[in-house]
């Protein structure tokens, strides 16, 4: 599961039953200025299908090519723990490398890198 927090902005142009009550206090639904906040939402792999999945990989391998094909070129390299950093500089929802190598040192019951 990713944690994914973006900030949104609502306009004041329909409040809904909120217009009536603005109105009897002589307020300009107009005059409002548009509400900001941040919105916090899980995702998990699982509610998306896979060629949604492909989609936005591909969109972000568009995107970010340079990122892609770096992290392509370290893994290649065998530079397993750099590929990592940078994935996590670039995915920070991630869990960081120390983390993730943690939790493999424990599955094998050794350490699996340098």
């Known amino acids: 599961m990713a944690k994914f927090t973006r900030p949104i902005s ?67 390299e065998g530079n397993a723990a750099e590929a990592m950093d940078e994935l996590y500089r670039f995915m920070p929802w991630l869990a960081p490398p120390s983390t993730e190598m943690a939790i493999a040192d424990l599955i094998c019951g050794d350490r699996i890198r340098d």
């Open 10 to 76: 609502v306009e004041a142009t329909d409040l809904g039953p909120l217009t009536s009550a603005l109105d009897a206090l002589h307020i300009d639904l107009n005059t409002l200025p548009d509400a900001e906040t941040e919105v916090e939402f899980d995702v998990r792999i699982e509610e998306f299908g896979e060629q949604a999945i492909i989609k936005a990989f591909l969109n972000v391998a568009e995107s970010n090519g340079n990122v892609i094909q770096h992290v392509y070129r370290l893994l290649a």
